[in-house]
């Protein structure tokens, strides 16, 4: 080996594969508007996960004639998954369980009449911010907003003396569909909707 030069390569960090890089599903917003009992109640909330973005479109099959061999095959009714929400449960969260309050007495004919201020359906905006961070206000990079959102089930964590850790609220949500913007490309511009 006496002779032989090492030689070596210096490795420098760079930005330019971020612009490649998968967006991370760990940093995002929730945004609720749209029932009065929630209207600026909440400019963003920190939930822990959200689930059940999804939507299935039913596949109608039909045989033509003279082509019985294979079937023919149209788009049918879509559906959309109901979204789960998780978080830790707060003080302050008061609200968030009137708005169940709110669609069973609109449900049950109690309480005020059936008109725009008593809907109880929401627009629910969850916001993908952008990892790194490279300005100094978190750039938008993916936004599902979805559309007629109303609470169908809440669910509270189990309460336990010999446990350390959070008490955990989930509600899950239907809704009537959803619409998804990218950002373009990678960098510190951010999207709206």
């Not at 149209?74 to 008061?94: H, N, R, V």
Request: hydrophobic content about 40%; overall charge positive.
């Amino acid at each position: 080996m006496a002779g032989k030069t090492r030689t070596t390569v210096a490795q420098k960090s760079s930005l330019a594969s971020i612009s490649t890089d998968p967006l991370r599903s760990f940093k995002f917003h929730v945004q609720i508007s749209g029932p009065q009992s929630l209207q600026n109640a909440y400019p963003k909330l920190g939930f822990m996960a959200v689930s059940g973005l999804s939507m299935t479109t039913d596949v109608i099959a039909y045989r033509t004639g003279g082509n019985n061999v294979t079937t023919q095959k149209l788009p049918g009714q879509s559906d959309f998954s109901p979204i789960t929400l998780s978080k830790g449960f707060c003080p302050g969260d008061q609200q968030l369980l009137n708005w169940m309050y709110q669609m069973f007495s609109v449900m049950q004919g109690v309480g005020e009449t059936y008109d725009t201020k008593t809907d109880f359906r929401a627009t629910i905006d969850i916001m993908l911010i952008d990892h790194p961070v490279t300005t100094s206000t978190a750039a938008v990079k993916a936004i599902w907003r979805v559309y007629n959102a109303w609470p169908t089930a809440i669910s509270f964590g189990d309460l336990d003396a010999g446990q350390n850790m959070y008490a955990v609220h989930q509600m899950t949500f239907a809704h009537e569909g959803f619409d998804v913007k990218v950002a373009p490309k990678a960098g510190p511009t951010g999207i709206s909707l």
